[in-house]
């Protein structure tokens, strides 16, 4: 157990929908950063928080958006939900923003579109 | 796109032999780092190399680094039924705040 929670596990949404996600860093890190897992795939880098600002972004639309609260944790937002968006979502924190150099992984929550 | 790639894309080996697979990677790199991942749940950090090293053990783990041909192997000695996962490597740039993973090779170790 890494100490990085998400919630929901599981979650089933209608295409064009908006979803949540949410993200509880280990202590004492303040770096959390959102990665999609498309089955059978390796994981794809959405963007990092490092103290509430976004510090790097990858190769994905606006509509996939982010915020950091004080307390370090995460939340990561998708609107106009389409099926490709059906993955799994990891977070995982560290302790620096962009020196840190292990990340430390959440269970994940699997979204589902339909 | 992910950066790297890796073979096997899937390995099935009898308990107590040795698994090694391989991964690639397109730029100049900061470290490289292995992960397991249990069925589709969240990823477990095994071990960093860091972009001066060429060779590196933790227990029945040895990676080794290979800068110039961009690629890096991971061997899992005499392996046991749980460390039946899928196993990805994670590179990191010189300059950058992300990690780029590879596809992953799903290992499967019978008893």
């Known amino acids: 157990e890494t100490g990085v929670t998400q919630s929901p596990t599981h979650l089933i949404k209608t295409r064009g929908q908006q979803v949540t996600l949410r993200c509880s860093s280990q202590s004492g890190h303040n770096t959390v950063s959102w990665y999609q897992q498309a089955l059978g795939q390796g994981p794809q880098f959405i963007f990092q928080?490092?103290?509430?600002?976004?510090?790097g972004r990858g190769n994905f639309p606006p509509r996939f958006s982010g915020l950091q609260f004080p307390n370090y944790s995460s939340e990561l937002n998708v609107n106009a939900l389409e099926l490709d968006d059906s993955a799994l979502y990891l977070c995982?924190?560290?302790?620096?923003?962009?020196?840190?150099?292990?990340?430390?992984f959440g269970p994940g929550t699997r979204l589902t579109v339909t | 796109s992910q950066q790297g790639e890796e073979d096997p894309q899937a390995l099935s080996i009898q308990e107590g032999e040795n698994a090694t697979m391989n991964c690639s990677y397109k730029t100049s790199i900061n470290n490289l780092q292995w992960y397991r991942q249990n069925s589709g749940r969240g990823l477990v950090h095994l071990i960093l190399?860091?972009?001066?090293?060429r060779e590196k053990h933790s227990g029945r783990l040895r990676v080794t680094l290979d800068t110039s041909k961009k690629s890096s192997s991971l061997l899992i000695t005499a392996s046991r039924a749980a460390d039946t996962a899928s196993y990805f490597c994670?590179?990191?740039?010189?300059?950058?705040?992300?990690?780029?993973f590879g596809g992953g090779t799903r290992v499967l170790v019978k008893p």
């Open positions: 190399i860091r972009s001066n090293e």
């Open positions: 994670a590179s990191r740039k010189a300059a950058g705040n992300k990690l780029t």
């Open positions: 995982a924190s560290s302790s620096t923003g962009g020196a840190s150099y292990e990340q430390y």
């Open positions: 928080y490092y103290r509430e600002e976004e510090n």
